[in-house]
């Protein structure tokens, strides 16, 4: 089956500009997770949907970034205006149903924010 | 809010030898325990879980070992081998649909040959 697929794998953007990523998740997964990867960090949650409902936000800087998955298949997360310390690498994951099992994550989109 | 720790950061072993990695969960209603193994420039792929309902549970090289009353849980592995070098991050999350999954800090393990 195809994986969960992401992109752009890399992005290179001035700080105070705008920056869009997009995620396909496996086919049938109902839940879809964002992950921020830090260099030399553990992923840490941005937002997880389930469907096209939000489940978690609370880690999002709602302030500069957005998400949305509109009919409950792939995904966007957009940061608008980017600042440096938003470097990082963009991990989408999806699961069939929540932490029930296993995440599947995508190969990532690599933000550098100068 | 939920913490998950993880060490050591950094682990370096003989080939042949063992590896432990420990981590420690906050959210004593955790009850799910998946690890997650890293290779360089690669994503993270599920390695072992284990449900808090067991004490242990192995596959092969790899073994897990569970402490609710402690809240930490382990990853040990066995024999180790060139391509075993990796980031292994361990998890803690509630076996739900609407649970999140939280992340230890990783732990960059090398085997020396």
């Known amino acids: 089956e195809a994986g969960v697929a992401q992109s752009p794998r890399y992005k290179i953007i001035e700080k105070r500009q705008s920056v869009a990523f997009w995620c396909n998740p496996i086919?049938?997964?109902?839940?879809l997770y964002w992950y921020q990867q830090i260099l030399g960090q553990g992923p840490k949650l941005l937002i997880q949907?389930?469907?096209?409902?939000?489940?978690?936000d609370s880690q999002l800087p709602k302030d500069r970034f957005s998400a949305e998955r509109l009919k409950g298949v792939d995904s966007t997360l957009k940061i608008q205006p980017a600042k440096l310390e938003d470097s990082a690498v963009y991990l989408c994951?999806?699961?069939?149903?929540?932490?029930?099992?296993?995440?599947?994550f995508g190969e990532g989109s690599r933000l550098t924010v100068l | 809010g939920e913490n998950v720790e993880q060490h050591p950061s950094t682990l370096s072993v003989q080939e042949g030898d063992s590896a432990v990695i420990k981590c420690t969960y906050s959210?004593?209603?955790?009850?799910?325990f998946p690890w997650y193994k890293q290779e360089l420039g690669k994503r993270p792929q599920l390695i072992i879980d284990?449900?808090?309902?067991?004490g242990e549970k192995k596959d092969q090289r790899i073994a897990v070992t569970l402490n609710k009353t402690a809240k930490h849980f382990s990853l040990h592995i066995t024999e180790t081998q060139p391509e075993d070098s990796a980031v292994y991050f361990c998890?803690?999350?509630?076996?739900?649909?609407?649970?999140?999954?939280?992340f230890g800090s990783g732990t960059r393990l090398s085997i020396r040959p």
């Open positions: 949907f389930q469907n096209n409902g939000v489940v978690d």
């Open positions: 959210d004593s209603a955790s009850n799910y």
């Open positions: 998890a803690a999350t509630r076996y739900s649909s609407a649970s999140k999954i939280i």
């Open positions: 994951a999806s699961s069939l149903r929540g932490s029930t099992g296993e995440l599947f």
């Open positions: 086919s049938g997964h109902a839940t």
């Open positions: 284990i449900r808090s309902n067991v």
